[in-house]
């Protein structure tokens, strides 16, 4: 027990009895700092900011430095938090769009029933001339030729004959033989072959058939003459 009367001659404490002793350490005693939000640098006395409300227990909000957005990366280790190096994102590269298809070009066959023609093989008198008539109505029929060779005749169900230019369809031209002609096409152009017909083919309004078996060439409004009344037009098309 301490026999002093103003400061305890054991511990040093300022005993009770002296008011001007224990002022003094009051006022020298220091205020802990306050402790501030990550996110405003307010003081905050809690968890949760009052100006504006941060919860201390999240890592801190990302900081903008000049125009980039650097987030804050905790560290776990419980030192002090590391901040990122700024993600730079690589602009997508043009795509380039596709190129359009070259165009193509396409032979046409436009067969039809023709008058003129008709008369004229009335007139000299052809084979089968007294038999063949001429039909009230035929619609004109376009054909794409895509490919190289395409028949002209009748399809024969027994003989196994399917031209691609099929005139067995009604009303049939009685004067085209099943197996009539022939077209052709390759890289040079396209051509006409009669394959020994009975009344054989013209062409662009002449009296005179073309050579059986030999190759014919043609060009875009050329007409082949075929039968007593029917005209196969040859045409060119960008398709």
């Known amino acids: 027990m301490s026999t002093a009367t103003d400061y305890c001659d054991v511990c040093g404490t300022a005993l009770a009895g002296d008011r001007a002793a224990v002022t ?10 306050p402790a ?21 227990a999240l890592p801190a909000p990302p900081q903008p430095v000049g125009d980039t957005m650097v987030m804050a990366v905790p560290d776990w280790t419980g ?6 190096a700024p993600e730079t994102v690589a602009c997508p590269e043009p795509v380039a769009e596709p190129e359009a298809p070259a165009t193509q070009q396409v032979w046409i ?6 008058q003129d023609f008709y008369q004229r093989m009335l007139t000299r008198k052809g084979p089968d001339a007294e038999r063949v008539e001429f039909p009230g109505y035929y619609p004109e029929r376009r054909i794409a030729l895509y490919g190289n060779d395409f028949l002209i005749g009748k399809h024969s169900v027994s003989q196994g004959l399917l031209p691609e230019i099929d005139l067995g369809i009604a009303p049939v031209d009685i004067g085209v033989s099943r197996t009539h002609a ?6 040079t152009g396209l051509t006409i072959t009669d394959l020994g017909s009975t009344n054989g083919t013209s062409l662009n309004g002449s009296d005179d058939l073309i050579p059986a078996r030999i190759p014919i060439p043609l060009q875009p409004g050329d007409r082949i ?12 098309v960008e398709s």
């Open 24 to 33: 003094v350490v009051a006022a020298t005693a220091v205020a802990p700092e």
């Open 36 to 56: 501030r939000c990550p996110s405003c640098e307010a003081p905050i006395s809690g968890r949760f900011c009052e100006e504006c409300g941060h919860d201390s």
């Open 79 to 84: 030192e002090n938090p590391v901040t990122a």
């Open 109 to 114: 066959a436009t067969v039809s029933a023709d």
């Open 182 to 187: 022939r077209l052709h096409v390759d890289e």
């Open 225 to 236: 003459h075929v039968g007593g009344w029917t005209t196969i037009t040859i045409g060119l």
